[in-house]
């Protein structure tokens, strides 16, 4: 059994020909590359150390088109003793592992970057390419990594790069052929050209976005095709998505609306003749249902509503509030009286905003635990009383305080929650043994719950100054001072504090600690509030009435997080 002497381990490592078998489900980690060992590869035993067999056989100094000026020297430092600050130069990856570094350059590559595949004389196997004027080097595929060519991942597929601009290509597409005839565009050849990112770039004749990478092109026409559209498949199959296959159909010059989007397209459409359909290539893969942060449940994808549902209402949509085009594509909620339709657009415009339900039948799909049974922030009921046709708690424990809290009706003045820093003008939970109020609503709020921008749960806090990550509101109220002939902008009407052709100074209201500011004639004088039936008229309130100088309560926050 053949033993390997390692720097970088003590005892001598013994060679394995394979460290995986179908009864042992067990994988191990490579002390080299950290990368998993399924292969080949030595170890010790005694330790648990394993090394690939071509990292344990990895140079101790080699040479990289990444850094041509000095020499590269491997470094043996495990994963735990790598600064934080210190990633590979060219994937950006956090290092684990050993490493190829430049002391003099303070220049570092993994391992993954660092020994670049070789043929068969163990030279560092090249390509040249019309459209980059610089060697295009064999890489190994990493995380995150996407090729400039036609703007996807690159994944695992064979790729190339240039380690002078930083940019990386599919094989697949450096194999593209640089002219073709294409029926939308049948006077002349396109030819290939290469737009570089920082660059401005024309709109797909065929799908009219704005992309960057390979594209075919007519100059005498301006004519451009992604890569991406000129190699649209004849027929597309997923029925994951849609139960029948759809078939290209290529009419130059002539728009179309999407039966699954409502959007005009271009050009090139896919087509359904079972249920005569015409689709964008992109809605084809729409998926079937999604879980939106803005609703309580699964919304689906219906082509015709007024057809599945024999619904011939008007539909708003509940996101911008526009039409919903019944006769064309949309998502809706198929829930028993639970009106909610919304555009297709509006509804996967961010992939933060919802998730994809996995399901053939939206009603089989279960909430999880913290959405379907909302776990109260009332943690023990001491006491009940009967507020007419109610029942409502009188006395409770409460999460966000250590002595019980008693519900009352009576308004005080002056009085603030506690929770939200606003006034108490309603039913609130009180402290009969400190100053400590909670408006019955802030009483009521669910431990977690989803927020609109995110669809991770988020937790609530009951007792910490912070700093909102939306609006940057830390809650320190800001307070408006008379400033006489002040330039800014109003952020009511959005009008300059001078007004040029008469140029004449107008009076405003700004506030000292930021850019806000209110014409006198922009201050409203009167308000109404939902819990007065009364309109209310502006007062004015000393700065020592103000209760907190920052937010104390109640807010939600992502678990694990520090925001």
Known sequence: MAELHHMSHEHPLVFNEDTSSPSDATT?????????????????????????????????????????????????????????????????????GFV??????????????????????????????????????????FRFNFCNGCLTQIKDDASYACFDCGISFHKKCLELPTEIHHPCHRKHQLLLVFLDLSL???????????????????????FNIHVGCARSPPVIEDKSHHEHPFTLLLRPNNPFNCDACDNQGN???????????????????????????????????YFFLCIDHHDSREWDCRICYKKVNIEHGCYYCPQPGCDFAIHVECSIQNKSFYGVVEV????????????YEPKSCITRV???????????????????????????????????????????????YYCSHCDFFLHKNCVELPRMRRVWFDARPWSLLTDD?????????????????????????????????????RDLNIDLYKCKDCIFSLHMTCIPHTVWHKYDVHCLPLAYQDLDDYPLAMTRGVHYRIPGSSG
């Open 100 to 141: 190829y570094h430049c002391s003099s350059c303070e220049f570092y590559l993994d391992f993954n970057c660092a020994l670049l595949p070789r043929d068969a004389a163990r030279n560092i196997i090249q390509t040249l390419h019309v459209l980059h004027q610089h060697p295009l080097i064999s890489i190994n595929p």
């Open 267 to 301: 050009h090139v459409s896919y087509t359904c003749s079972t249920c005569n359909i015409q689709v964008h290539r992109d809605c084809i893969s729409l998926p079937r249902h999604i879980r939106l942060n803005l609703h309580p449940h699964p919304i689906s994808h």
């Open 382 to 428: 001491i006491k009940e009383i009967e507020v007419g046709n109610d029942v409502i708690a009188e006395e409770i424990v409460h999460v966000s305080h250590e002595h019980n809290l008693i519900f009352s009706n009576e308004i005080e003045d002056k009085k603030y929650c506690n929770g939200c820093v606003l006034p108490v003008l309603s039913s609130f």
């Open 28 to 96: 191990y980690d490579c002390a080299g590359c950290a990368e998993k060992v399924p292969g080949s590869s030595y170890s010790c035993g005694e330790c648990g150390f394993y090394l690939h067999k071509k990292c344990a056989v990895a140079p101790s100094e080699i040479h990289h088109p990444a850094h041509r000026d000095h020499p590269l020297l491997l470094l043996l430092l495990p994963p735990s003793k790598h600064s934080k600050d210190v990633y590979c130069r060219f994937c950006t990856e956090e290092l684990k």
């Open 465 to 501: 100054i912070f700093r909102c990550c939306v609006c940057g509101n830390d809650y320190k109220p800001h307070y408006l001072f008379f400033q006489s002939g002040y330039e800014g902008e109003c952020n009511a009407c959005k009008q300059s504090g001078i007004i040029m052709e």
């Open 200 to 222: 401005d770039h024309p709109s797909c004749n065929l799908c009219l976005k704005n992309k960057a990478g390979f594209v075919y092109r007519c100059v005498p026409c301006n």
């Open 360 to 371: 053939e039948n939206p009603d089989e799909f279960e909430e999880s635990d913290w959405l």
